[in-house]
């Protein structure tokens, strides 16, 4: 996660997890972001002004001269409306995007694709996030599935493009099932067994790591494609 103007060292990560828990959860009262920033041992007040202050300093005034963090506290804290995240961009794209349709709307899809770095809210821990986390990241998978889906079936299939948006999607939650079953499904229309075996594979190394199962739904799709028939449990 990185705010602009907010640099990585020294208190950088409190302050970008602040400045988006503000964001995020506009109002919040100080008692109530104290105990947001860190739930097993809260932040004192004295401690929540200093990085306040120093926020405000590093967020600046908006053109007419006006601080990005206000200072009034009548309502909670909140940023000014002036301030803009990624996320409220890749949710107007890709609402856009699906209105628009396969035809003229993937490119904004693929444009909200590309504001993507990784999983959402990464570089530090953030309690207060789990349920943005998991909204975000939900997001971003349906929407590189949308995009692999659009490219495999368009009259003349961009098989790489729906490559790099599985990737993307992957970067963001590589426990995402759905997509290894458009990276096995796109290697199979490519016609290469190699890439359908390697994306088995990483698909096998992330369910060995959560010790989970594969879905039936990909089971099927596997042996549909290898043309092999599930083999009898004995008894």
Known sequence: MTVTGIESSGHGPKLASLAALIYFKPGRSADELCNA???????????????????????????????????????????????????????????????????????????????????????????????????????????????????????????????RAIATGLDADDTAELLYQDWITVEHQAGNRAGIFHAIDALQAVNRRLDVDMLPQTEELITSILEKPKQATAI
């Not at 803009?84 to 709307?105: A, H, N, Y």
Request: hydrophobic share 30%; net charge positive.
């Open 37 to 163: 920033m860190d739930p097993a041992s809260p932040w004192s007040k004295n401690t929540l002004q200093v990085r306040i202050s120093e926020l405000r300093k590093r967020l600046g005034t908006d053109a007419d001269g006006n601080p990005h963090l206000p200072r009034d506290r009548n309502t909670g804290y909140r940023l000014s409306t002036s301030v803009r995240c990624d996320w409220d961009q890749f949710r107007q794209l890709t609402e856009s995007g699906l209105r628009k349709g396969p035809t003229t709307g993937i490119a904004d899809l693929e444009a909200a694709l590309a504001l993507v770095r990784g999983r959402p809210l990464s570089g530090g821990t953030h309690a207060w996030a789990t349920c943005q986390v998991q909204q975000i990241t939900s997001r971003i998978t349906d929407t590189a599935h949308t995009v692999a889906t659009w490219h495999r079936e368009a009259h003349h299939p961009d098989l790489d493009a729906a490559r």
